[in-house]
């Protein structure tokens, strides 16, 4: 399953350490942050929780840039 999702972060750096530290967490089987339109694609692996994959992204996000939301 595949979603894409509004987001907001200030830089392009920002962006990669967030798409680097995001691509990690489980439930996560590929993950892509476009700076330039501001928008995340995240394909989920087969059985997971969407809600619960999302909650863990936004969390680790936080961490490398505390400014990144998701809409």
Known sequence: MSKTFRIEVDCANCANL???????????????????TQKMKVDFEEGTDPETV??????????????????
């Open 18 to 36: 967030v798409e680097d530290a995001a691509k990690k967490v489980s439930g996560v089987k590929e993950l892509a942050i476009s700076f330039m």
């Open 54 to 71: 999302m909650s863990e992204i936004l969390k680790v996000a936080k961490k490398v840039e505390p400014d990144f939301e998701i809409f």
